[in-house]
């Protein structure tokens, strides 16, 4: 099974495909192929249990307790790939999270918009004209 390797075009003619990075397949595809081929191990044994005379029910549960130890030893490829792309995930997941805990700080990571009309809320402490700075509210019930 391949996977593609990015979204850039074909290497070069005459160039190595060992150059170009491969990219490894997302979390979602890992988990579903990981858990495929533990089905199927369930049913390639349960199938050789019910050829040999055993009942189908009984085949399955046995076919469940021994796939589990196989796939451990079968599958220790798809596995270490498994741990990797959650692994990955996972960092990926915590930056974000640190990125928005920055940024709902204030500490910078906010993209400054070049279109000022495409800033929902400008800075009215910029402009004296709108500005409050200064003035405090006194206790004449607003009148001055």
Not at 74 to 79: I, P
Not at 84 to 113: H, I, K, N, Q, W
Request: glycine share 10%; charged share 20%.
């Amino acid at each position: 099974m391949s996977y593609p390797t990015s979204s850039s075009p074909d290497p070069a003619p005459g160039s190595t495909p060992a150059a170009a990075p491969r990219r490894e397949p997302g979390l979602v595809a890992t988990v579903l192929l990981y858990a495929l081929a533990r089905v199927g191990l369930v049913a390639v044994v349960a199938g050789l249990l019910v050829v040999a005379g055993v009942p189908v029910v009984l085949s399955i549960l046995i076919g469940l307790i021994v796939a589990l130890p196989l796939s451990m030893v079968l599958f220790r490829g798809l596995r270490s790939r498994l741990d990797t792309a959650v692994a990955v995930a996972g960092a990926r997941r915590s930056a974000e999270r640190e990125a928005l805990r920055a940024r709902l700080r204030g500490d910078g990571g906010a993209v400054p918009t070049a279109d000022p009309a495409a800033d929902p809320a400008p800075d009215l402490a910029a402009d004296p004209a709108t500005s409050d700075a200064g003035t405090r509210p006194s206790d004449d019930g607003g009148q001055r």
